[in-house]
Nanobody, 120 residues
Framework: QVHLVESGGGLVQPGGSLRLSCAASGSIFSVDVMGWYRQAPGKQRELVAAIPSGGSTNYADSVKGRFTISRDNAKNAVDLQMNNLKPEDTAVYYC??????????????WGQGTQVTVSS
């Protein structure tokens, strides 16, 4: 099994910054794509940013220029630096990781979610 632990959510004023962190642990053989998703009340979960193990990053248009995703392959960790936050960024943010476990089973794993609230 692969486990994801997230941290870093909270309440911030518009224009502020937050940094989300996610670390994968357990019976990991390899980690491919690591990403952050979010789900606002009454809306579907959407991709915010993703970073494959050896490729270029991918961002939702709504966060380009404000959010930066990065990963530490040695630690199987992924961070999301969020700057110039807007009220519309308010959502539960989920870490999603496509990984292969020690039994060579590959699937997407999800973190427990962390609330980000942008409000004055």
């Amino acid at each position: 099994q692969v486990h994801l632990v997230e941290s870093g959510g909270g309440l911030v004023q518009p224009g502020g910054s937050l940094r989300l962190s996610c670390a994968a642990s357990g019976s990991i053989f390899s980690v491919d794509v690591m990403g952050w998703y979010r789900q606002a009340p009454g809306k579907q979960r959407e991709l915010v940013a993703a970073i494959p193990s050896g490729g270029s990053t991918n961002y939702a248009d709504s966060v380009k220029g404000r959010f930066t995703i990065s990963r530490d392959n040695a630690k199987n960790a992924v961070d999301l630096q969020m700057n110039n936050l807007k009220p519309e960024d308010t959502a539960v943010y989920y870490c999603g990781v496509f990984a292969t476990d020690q039994f060579m089973a590959a699937r997407t794993y999800w973190g427990q979610g962390t609330q980000v609230t942008v409000s004055s």
